[in-house]
């Protein structure tokens, strides 16, 4: 799985690239492609860890069982419902939680990589509009490498069990990329600049998804059952 796990995002890349050249993105643009991917990974987790939580509810009863009072585990239906909506209620505050996290991360966008409409990616535009619709107008725009990226990625997040799921963008590469993307556009602007000068643009991005999609390759594995203490 994980040499085709290799492949894949290897292909995902080939395609990004190829993306990127057809359809001519300049580095601000990419700046909020990334952003508008790891909200819809970060979107993505909480969403499918409820919905695997719900269809796999016989293992987690079983599972959570040991945790709670016997009177609570004795009453199926009552544990059953306790679980769903523990599952429900994690899940949407996760979700609120990513959007008021990225929303923070636009606002340093909307004024060091501004786009066009400035009404809604400008520093005095995004703060003043409503967080969904710049997001809406970039699913639109850009639709076709968010779902190159998010097809990367899930694959990944199929191996990962429901609860860890709903978090899982806080550990993972996600919202590193945006960390990573901040520290070193800078260096990696200046060293392209000097090497093509106004052309510079696309080298960045080539050498940021080249990054993006390494990143993929050296995530940390999880340890399997038989590595834990029984």
Not at 7 to 22: A, R
Request: hydrophobic share 55%; proline share 3%.
């Amino acid at each position: 799985m994980n040499q085709i796990g290799r492949i894949i995002n290897l292909i995902c890349l080939f395609i990004s690239i190829v993306l990127l050249f057809l359809q001519g993105w300049k580095l601000n643009e990419f700046c909020w492609i990334v952003w508008v991917t790891g909200l819809m990974f970060s979107y993505l987790c909480s969403i499918t860890g409820f919905f695997q939580l719900c269809f796999d509810i016989k293992n987690q009863s079983e599972t959570l069982s040991q945790y709670v009072p016997f009177f609570i585990y004795s009453r199926k239906f009552l544990f059953v419902l306790l679980i769903i909506t523990a599952g429900f209620v994690t899940s949407s505050i996760a979700i609120l939680i990513y959007t008021y996290l990225f929303g923070f991360y636009g606002l340093f966008l909307s004024v060091f990589a501004r786009m066009e409409p400035l009404n809604l990616f400008g520093e005095n535009g995004y703060i003043n509009s409503d967080f969904f619709t710049p997001v809406k107008f970039l699913l639109l725009k850009f639709y076709q490498i968010i779902i190159v990226s998010l097809i990367a990625d899930f694959f990944f997040i199929l191996k990962i069990d429901s609860w860890s799921k709903i978090f899982l963008p806080f550990k993972s590469k996600e919202i590193l990329r945006i960390h990573i993307m901040t520290l070193l556009l800078p260096f990696l602007s200046l060293l392209f600049f000097a090497l093509f000068k106004d052309k510079y643009q696309t080298p960045v991005i080539i050498a940021l998804l080249c990054l993006f999609y390494f990143i993929n390759f050296n995530l940390p594995k999880r340890k399997s059952k038989e590595e834990f203490p029984s």
